[in-house]
């Protein structure tokens, strides 16, 4: 199964993409998460990638579409994989279908995780993450238990200002990707408001894959 998670910052797609993965067997490939271990890294990438980040923009196509190119091209995504966050402009999506025409192979589905810019910068701001888990939990929403409260990690992207610079780069430069996808007949439209069980439950039947 090879699939996209689209949606606007905070609508879950890492929340849902670790549960998908674990039930189709497939790898998560989020270059939201590569482009953060290369600015903990500090390479070369990671060097350039760090300035925009940090302002709710996006990284240059340029560096990108490599990144996410090679990364499919690996073993362990020879059967499938999803992508979060990955393609994220027009370009990126055609290099995609390009590369994976290439291939010999097809994206299955593109799901849009769906939730209105209300109620995102809640979700952002209040996002904390496990660095030895890779857990994401809520302050609010998915409270984390007390025995890693000390090791969480707040994004230096999930202030309020970043938040609403990422809204108008999603609105501008991703939300163009949907019609593309539309016009291919792999989209699919996920109400992203509920609990994560109850989200999870209607991509997995908009996904048409138990
Ligand atoms: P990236 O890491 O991809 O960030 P994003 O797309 O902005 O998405 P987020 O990770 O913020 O949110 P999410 O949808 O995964 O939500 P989550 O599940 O965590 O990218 C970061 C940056 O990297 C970009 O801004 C850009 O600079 C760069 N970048 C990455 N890819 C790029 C590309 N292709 N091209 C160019 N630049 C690129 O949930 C959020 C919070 O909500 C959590 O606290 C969670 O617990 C909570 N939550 C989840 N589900 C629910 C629910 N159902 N109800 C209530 N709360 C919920």
Not at 41 to 63: I, N
Not at 69 to 88: H, K, N, T, Y
Not at 168 to 189: M, W
Request: include cysteine; charge should be negative.
């Amino acid at each position: 199964m090879r699939m996209i998670l689209v949606g606007p910052p905070g609508a879950g797609k890492g929340t849902q993409a670790a549960r998908l993965v674990d039930r189709y067997k497939i790898p998560h490939i989020s270059t939201g998460d590569m482009l953060r271990a290369a600015v903990k890294e500090g390479t070369a990438l990671g060097r350039e990638a760090e300035g925009y980040m940090s302002q709710g923009a996006l990284v240059p196509d340029s560096v990108v579409i490599g990144m996410a190119i090679e990364r499919i091209s690996q073993p362990d995504a020879v059967e499938g994989f999803m992508l979060d966050g990955f393609p994220r402009t027009r370009p990126q999506a055609e290099a995609l279908d390009e590369a994976m025409t290439a291939a010999g192979l097809s994206l299955d589905s593109v799901a849009l995780i769906e939730v209105d810019d209300s109620l995102i910068v809640d979700r952002i701001t209040g996002r904390r993450s496990d660095p030895e888990t890779g857990v994401i939990y809520h302050l609010v929403f998915n409270p984390p238990p007390p025995d890693v409260v000390d090791r969480l990690v707040h994004r230096s992207d999930d202030t309020e200002e970043a938040c609403r610079a990422r809204l108008v780069k999603y609105h501008n430069d991703t939300a163009p990707i949907i019609p593309y996808y539309e016009e291919h007949g792999i989209l699919c439209r996920v109400d992203g408001v509920g609990s994560p069980n109850e989200v999870t439950e209607r991509l997995v039947t908009a996904l048409g894959h138990e």
